[in-house]
């Protein structure tokens, strides 16, 4: 007999990630392990070479750390998309061959939902907007109609890379993102009241979407002429930060929700969620944002939401379980409350 244990497994980019929830859908740290190029951006084989690598090692520490065994399994969940091709391809293979060899049901979920309804399930909201902002998506989404629709989002690159390609012109490897944080607070320490004179940066918003290669292409100007590295690193948080804030409470206001759930690595960032309990507070709303270890990719998340879909009825039969590169946020139906 099959167990009562969902399994979820993450590979959408360039962390691979084996998580858990039990028969309620309570969730357990995931098993990972990220990529982290000694130069460059991720290259999506090498990523994969990696998550091929280490998927026996990681499948065996998700057993260990929580005392199972495969027949414990009665469920795997996987990444479907959105995602690197190459890497998804290796989680959906990895899925397969375990609900094959174990005789339990595939569900193939999508990525983006899977970061909401961790974070709903982390943070007890019920019906919040989402700010997502990791490495390769930054959308502002709110559910309505049986759909997490998309309300604004990048229209160039994610948040997450435009911190990480900054850092990296700066010398700084992957993952960036929370060394520009570290330095954004060196510069607050050296001076408690800053000013953002001769550190303006563009502030792009677009009705409902944002963009990010324009602000990041000034920063890098900032540090030719000479300002201060860690003086720039405050300067991108404060404006890009400011920017995806702005459409959040725009969404708020346009919905009439009240709740802001913050999702994506990016999230991990203690400016952003600070910005964001500000905002809601001065709108009578509340900011919510899960711990940073399900933030980041991780399986856990996918095993939750692979356990919703499975008690409202929906499995993916192997001939479905193909991957989706461009899988949108809205293109999954949401039938459970
Ligand atoms: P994800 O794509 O959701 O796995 O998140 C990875 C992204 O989150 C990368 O772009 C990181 O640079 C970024 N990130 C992680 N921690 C932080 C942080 N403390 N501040 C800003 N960005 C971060
Ligand atoms: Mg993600």
Not at 152 to 179: C, Q, S, Y
Not at 197 to 217: C, K, N, Q, R, T
Request: net charge negative; proline share 6%; hydrophobic share 35%.
């Amino acid at each position: 007999m099959a167990g009562e244990w969902t399994l979820g497994i993450e590979s959408t980019a360039h962390t691979f990630s084996f998580g858990l929830v039990d028969g309620e859908g309570k969730p357990r740290p995931s098993a990972s392990d990220t990529i982290r190029p000694s130069e460059g951006g991720i290259h999506p084989r090498e990523a994969a070479d990696h998550h091929v690598e280490l998927s026996t090692t990681l499948f065996s520490k998700i057993l260990e750390d929580n005392d199972l065994t495969p027949s414990d399994i009665g469920a795997i969940a996987y990444s479907q998309g959105p995602g690197m091709g190459a890497c998804l391809r290796t989680g959906a293979a990895a899925a397969r061959t375990i609900s094959t060899h174990l005789n339990v049901p595939l569900i193939g979920v999508n990525h983006c939902v899977a970061h909401i309804e961790i974070g709903r399930e982390q943070c007890g909201c019920d019906d919040p907007i989402l700010l997502y902002v990791s490495g390769g998506n930054t959308q502002v989404i709110a559910r309505l109609d049986g759909r997490y629709r998309v309300l604004g989002e990048t229209l160039d690159i994610g948040i997450g890379n435009m911190l990480d390609k900054f850092a990296r012109k700066h010398g700084i490897p992957f993952p960036g993102g929370p060394v520009i944080e570290k330095k954004a607070l060196e510069w607050l320490k050296e001076n408690p009241n800053p000013s953002l004179e001769g550190l303006e940066l563009p502030y792009a918003v677009h009705g409902m979407d944002l963009a990010f290669s324009g602000i990041m292409s000034a920063a890098n100007k900032l540090v030719s002429n000479g300002k201060p590295f860690e003086a720039v690193c405050w300067s991108l948080q404060e404006h890009a930060f400011a920017a995806c804030i702005e459409v959040a409470e725009r969404a708020l206001a346009h919905t009439g929700k009240t709740e802001i759930l913050l999702g994506g690595g990016v999230a991990c960032n203690q400016r952003i969620r600070d910005m964001s309990s500000i905002m809601c507070e001065e709108r009578g709303a509340s900011s919510h944002c899960p711990p940073r270890m399900y933030c980041i990719d991780n399986g856990t998340m996918i095993a939750r939401l692979g356990w919703l879909e499975l008690n409202h009825g929906r499995t993916t039969s192997l001939l479905q379980s193909g991957i989706d590169q461009e899988l949108r946020t809205d293109q999954t139906p949401i039938s459970w409350p």
